[in-house]
């Protein structure tokens, strides 16, 4: 009977012991479960505070201004350090994230009067609207369906060089690098290969471009025209992705509609039809495929030169041509995103700038023979 009882009060006294210590553990628990939550509850609100800070003006009085001068080819956060070392901000990397949570793009370069009591909105408005200290030295014009050989020429004239030498330098590898570093997105090895002409062609975005200095050097004016396209495409990044097409092949087809297109044209159908004929596995047959490998500008396509052997010969060669053939303006590059649900397999412009779209060849051989064998 006694060791019965000695068992009982040795288990007993083993499960009080077990009770006080589960009530020890919990304790420790609790303890550190507050403080913990302490600790994150006054970092967040420390992390709170700070942002909430960072978001206001340095210093609301001081409105007496600054020179800030934002350089060619600035990123966000560029710009973002630029401004905090200047004192118009507090944060760089708070302006930064401001910056993308609002969508804000399309920063213009130069020498901005800028301000300490300025707020974001004011500040971001300043950069984007291109309200500088002084005006610009000089503007270049870069028109849609250009090719980089005429671009070359346009920047060769505006800045004084040899035509020559700016194309060179465009097609040379450690120039077309410099810039595949500035916009890995945009530009990738598809420029290497093994048929493309010239790298950089169709990458420069047809557009108005301001200069605040009387000799910028040339990678600084090709990297603003690059990063324009750059924006462009990043705003149908989504598009691009849910039609399979890489920003290469997306500005291959823009350029074909760009130099297809008239100004009575419906893009969207010229895009269709292309976009038929590659489904179909058909020759997509474009006579600015033909002038391109040609190297040659004129009016009219000769039967003689379809014959021209190269892979951008696209009466020879079937699918895409192996890179843009000139730069497209968003027109062309939203028509490529989204061609016109259409049967159409052929068009024809007319001498009158419109266009016939027919769906069999030998439809398409009547109006050519209306509009075209017979003028």
Known sequence: MTDKYSKKEYMLQKLLERQSEAKVVRKIVLITSLIIFLIVGIAGTSVYFYITSALKPVNPDDEKLKTVEIPIGSSVSGIANILEQNGIIKDAKVF???VKLKNESGFMAGEYKLSPSMTFPEIVESIKSGKIAKEAVFKITIPEGKQLKQIAGIIAEKTGQDADTVFKTLNSKPFVDKMKAQFPNLITNEVYGKNVMYPLEGYLFPATYEFYEENPKLEEIVSVMVKKTDEVLTEYQGAMEEKGLSPHKLLTIASLIEEEATEKVDRNKISSVF????????PLQTDPTVLY????????????DLEVNSPYNTYKVKGLP???IANAGI???????????????????????????????????REKEKHISNN
């Open 331 to 365: 027109t062309s590059i939203e028509a490529a995103l989204e061609p016109e649900d259409t049967d159409f397999l052929y068009f024809l412009a007319t001498s009158t700038g419109d266009v016939i779209f027919t769906k069999t060849l030998q439809e398409h051989n």
């Open 96 to 98: 930064k994230y401001y």
């Open 322 to 324: 192996p890179g843009p």
């Open 275 to 282: 976009y038929n004929r590659l489904e179909k596995g058909m």
């Open 293 to 304: 490998a040609l190297g040659e500008h004129k009016d009219r396509v000769m039967y003689k």
